[in-house]
């Protein structure tokens, strides 16, 4: 039998890693039986390739048995695809698996599908393509059918006796110097967010052997990747395996970015300053500030503590986004509002703001007729509207997300948001909603994202200084973006642009601790601004004046 696994990314990028059809891949190729009477082999596509045309391609292989990973952003992809592949070619048998077939397996026509497969896969998946080859009817746990359409859901798999598609070079296509990929060291989470698919089924957290992730790692260090995207959950969940991966990491590859998902009660002065010893970023999820909010969905939030794990994070020089979700029972869009505030005053270099998907089968699905949700049923469970949150109300709260997403996440705005701020005398969600509007006013949706970000800040920063009337703040305010632009810019593609500055770098470096009002009552500006420019490493930054 010849298979095809069929991977769909939502967009080309280093970071379209087919882990879940790799992990499938070595599990046949492992197995004994199947290795014999099968050839397998994974595809990656993306949502810029057209469906049709890579099922006649498909159509036109050798191919007997073709398997899909389905996700929310890949939904109508797949059935464009499917629908295509049976009008090219009817002999060929499709079977699925992914978080949308677990989340929704009453969607899927199983006089098209020849099977799916709920929850983890590569037991499950290798069982019945052991039946299908010996005739045998499908009826297994964890596997819906024509034979056994129940949804069910098999064990948890006991972790040390998987194969890794690392180790078994299935992964070797897609690891190549400077990639990125998608690396697995846990499965479960121990939480229940009821928005959130991890809260299914059992709740175990289940680590791969330490010894399986040292070998896995000295694979990546050999192949070049330069950046790993940690899918665990919650990272930071077993402080001795996280110190010990973490300084694993540090002695092996201080020079592979990490990107790490943690829950921020959960750190304390060792994980940060284990953080703190690697090239890392870290994501934590918020979501809101609202106990009332966060309640219905079985989380809390405790205002003091987090901010006193942030500051632990922060005292490091350590980079991290911040998660908010637009949606939520008993939320609102001034109380998202609230959650933004404080969120960009965390100073985040990241904001990640979702509105929220009512995933089948979770908590807050299960109660959308007692909130009133309105949702799409369809992938990706969209929220519409509820008596909380009208249409107007969620278009205002899309609209400073466009904002927040613009100005401060691709603008790198973290270091001058206090300024701003203080200057106009605005909450950043205000903030946002003006950019929002200039952007709007001043330029085609389609070509924002072909306008320089900076240039962007720039003209609207003007604009505001002249609608809010501090013309006598401008000097300050303008030179302090341009230093931090500066900086960042400099950061990202280690070339030093000209700073023009109205004042010393030192100088402005004391915006930091203290007011714009105070600073410009205590600093006299240039006659004429100076030209700069940016030396040194990123660890020993200096700007020196031009001459």
């Known amino acids: 039998m010849n298979i095809t696994l069929i991977s769909i990314a939502i967009e080309k990028s280093n970071l379209s890693y087919p882990l879940g059809a790799l992990c499938i891949e070595s599990s046949i190729k492992s197995d004994k039986e199947l290795s014999k009477k099968t050839r397998v082999k994974t595809l990656l596509f993306d949502l810029e390739n057209d469906p049709q045309v890579v099922a006649k391609e498909i159509a036109k292989s050798e191919c007997n048995l073709v398997g899909l990973s389905i996700y929310l952003w890949n939904r109508e992809w797949v059935d464009l695809f499917i629908t295509a592949l049976k009008e090219e070619n009817k002999n060929i048998l499709i079977y699925a698996g992914g978080s949308e077939v677990s989340a929704n397996s009453n969607s899927f026509d199983l006089d098209t599908y020849r099977f799916l497969v709920a929850g983890e896969g590569e037991v499950a998946t290798v069982e019945a393509i052991k039946k299908l080859i010996n005739n045998e009817p499908l009826i297994l746990k964890g596997v819906i059918s024509k034979e056994n359409p129940i949804l069910s859901y098999p064990e948890n798999i006991d972790l040390s006796t998987l194969s890794s598609p690392i180790l078994t070079h299935v992964s070797d296509p897609f690891l190549y110097d400077d990639c990125s990929i998608l690396w697995e060291m846990t499965r479960g989470c121990p939480f229940r967010c009821g928005f959130c698919f991890e809260s299914k089924g ?140 404080f969120t960009v005053f965390c100073k985040p270099s990241n904001i990640d703001i979702f509105i929220l998907s009512l995933l089948p089968g979770t908590k807050i699905y299960e109660e959308t007729d007692k909130y009133k949700i309105n949702f799409d049923h369809k992938s990706p469970y969209n929220f519409i ?94 030179s302090y973006i341009e230093l931090n632009q500066g900086l960042s810019y400099y950061l990202d593609v280690a070339q030093s642009p000209i700073l023009s500055l109205w004042y010393e770098p030192n100088q402005l470096s004391q915006l930091e601790d203290i007011s714009i009002n105070v600073f410009v009552n205590l600093n006299e500006a240039f006659k004429q601004p100076k030209d700069y420019y940016i030396i040194g490493d990123p660890e020993n930054i200096d700007i020196i004046e031009c001459v």
Do not use: W
């Open 202 to 341: 059992l709740r175990s957290v289940r680590n791969y052997p330490f010894e399986r992730i040292e070998k896995e790692l000295d694979y990546i260090i050999e192949k070049g990747v330069s950046d790993v995207f940690v899918l665990d959950p919650t990272f930071n969940i077993d402080k001795t395996r996280t110190l010990k991966i973490l300084h694993l990491i540090r002695d092996k590859a201080p020079f592979i970015h990490f990107t790490f998902e943690i829950r921020a009660e959960l750190i304390d002065e060792d994980i940060a300053d284990a953080f703190g010893e690697i090239f890392c970023s870290l994501q934590i999820g918020l979501q809101s500030i609202h106990s009332s909010v966060l309640k219905t969905v079985n989380r809390t939030f405790n205002r003091d503590l987090f901010k006193e794990k942030i500051t632990l994070l922060e005292k490091r020089n350590l980079v991290y986004g911040l998660d908010l979700i637009i949606g939520l029972p008993n939320d609102s869009v001034s109380l998202f509002k609230e959650s933004l505030d």
């Open 385 to 478: 509207e509820s008596p909380y949150y009208s249409k107007d109300d969620i278009n205002q709260a899309l609209k400073i997300k466009r904002g927040c997403d613009y100005f401060y996440t691709k603008g790198g705005a973290v270091m001058f948001m206090k300024v701003l701020c203080d200057a106009f005398n605005m909450p950043p969600s205000s903030l946002f909603i003006e950019f929002n509007e200039f952007l709007d006013s001043n330029y085609e949706s389609n070509f924002v994202d072909d306008v320089d970000i900076f240039e962007l800040q720039d003209d609207f920063i003007r604009k505001m200084i002249e609608e809010k009337n501090v013309i006598s703040l401008s000097k300050a305010i303008l």
